[in-house]
């Protein structure tokens, strides 16, 4: 055998992968009179090197090139910059060889980040990263803005940046009703493996793979904005679902309608508070007379008062009879004092 022929099969696979990553290995056998066996090892070495990636399994897999999804891209905020474009011209070739799913969700998330940052992040610049993993694509968004947590803080009078954070889980929140739904954050943190946004001095974090939602002090503040979506490759997630569980059919306009939503209640925890009074109950319960159903989820949270109770479920309620309120994951003592709490 030509003992050049390793390194010739290497650079034809990595030649090959960009317009042949379904059948790179066919191609490789009948170019180099090679068994399959022979291209597929060649194959998991350069996996193992990092220079292809894999997506799906045995007869349905596709490589390619590793370097084609890692991108580093900066833009000026000024008119005429469109998040469509960008996905168009940056990333629709490289993202098109990623499964169905994975595409949609990323170019979902990507274009409602970008667009919220263009509306809204009162910044100059945009900058763009993204890179694989250990199986997991990460799509990062910057900008030297003056930071969404103080943005929605000033802009509905909160008492400060961590009350921001609960008002962004909830759906249907936008500084700009006219232009905006206040959908965009919302979905994309639950299509994506795991969301973050960081700025200033405050991370929120959904990690759906846990289902876990947290606040915390970030290792390197962000003067302006960063958002950080992950998912893996090999993720079953798809985007049409994800709506599908926050949605119902409008039986007038006969299309789904967003109007489920799903709260976790520690969330709105400020400090070293409890869960007992109106005052706290009425944080988490405001803008939800937007919604037809709330899903309320005490997580971690040990207790909660009859204060706290008759607000949301006596007081709310009655004002919005038609709203449906479940909750989910109480301990026993928030139990009793919800069924408790209860009106006959």
């Not at 790179?24 to 090892?41: M, S, Y």
């Not at 833009?75 to 994975?102: R, T």
């Amino acid at each position: 055998m030509d003992k050049d022929q390793p390194e010739r099969i290497k650079e034809f696979i990595l030649a090959q992968v960009p317009e042949h990553p379904k059948d790179v290995v066919p191609l490789t056998v009948k170019r180099f009179k090679v068994t399959p066996t022979t291209v597929h090892r060649h194959l998991n070495k350069l996996l193992t090197q990092g220079e292809v990636v894999k997506t799906g399994r045995t007869r349905g897999a596709s490589y390619f090139l590793k370097s084609s999804l890692q991108k580093k891209l900066e833009f000026s905020i000024k008119p005429g910059l469109e998040e469509h474009q960008v996905w168009m011209d940056y990333f629709h070739d490289a993202f098109s060889i990623l499964p169905e799913n994975i595409y949609s969700i990323c170019n979902y998330g990507f274009s409602e980040m970008f667009n919220n940052t263009i509306d809204h992040s009162q910044g100059t610049r945009i900058a763009v990263r993204s890179k694989i993993k250990k199986g997991v694509l990460k799509l990062n968004i910057y900008d030297n803005g003056i930071g969404i947590f103080n943005k929605v803080k000033n802009a509905f009078g909160l008492e400060n940046e961590r009350a921001s954070v609960l008002e962004l889980t909830k759906g249907k929140l936008t500084t700009d009703p006219e232009h905006h739904t206040g959908e965009g954050i919302f979905f994309t943190s639950r299509a994506v493996d795991e969301f973050t946004i960081v700025s200033s001095r405050l991370a929120y974090i959904k990690n759906n793979l846990e289902d876990d939602w947290f606040i915390e002090t970030p290792e390197y503040p962000i003067k302006g904005t960063g958002i950080f979506l992950e998912i893996r490759l090999n993720s079953n997630k798809k985007l049409k679902d994800v709506f599908r569980q926050y949605s119902t059919l409008d039986q007038e306009e006969g299309a789904p309608k967003f109007d489920k939503t799903h709260i976790r209640v520690e969330l709105s925890k400020s400090g070293q508070e409890r869960y007992v009074s109106r005052s706290q109950a009425k944080r988490i319960l405001t803008g939800l007379e937007k919604f037809n159903h709330i899903g309320l989820d005490f997580s971690h949270i040990k207790t909660v008062g009859q204060g706290f109770v008759d607000e949301v479920f006596r007081v709310f309620q009655s004002k919005h009879p038609k709203i449906k309120i479940e909750w989910t994951r109480a301990n026993e003592d928030v139990r009793f004092m919800i069924e408790r709490g209860l009106p006959d």
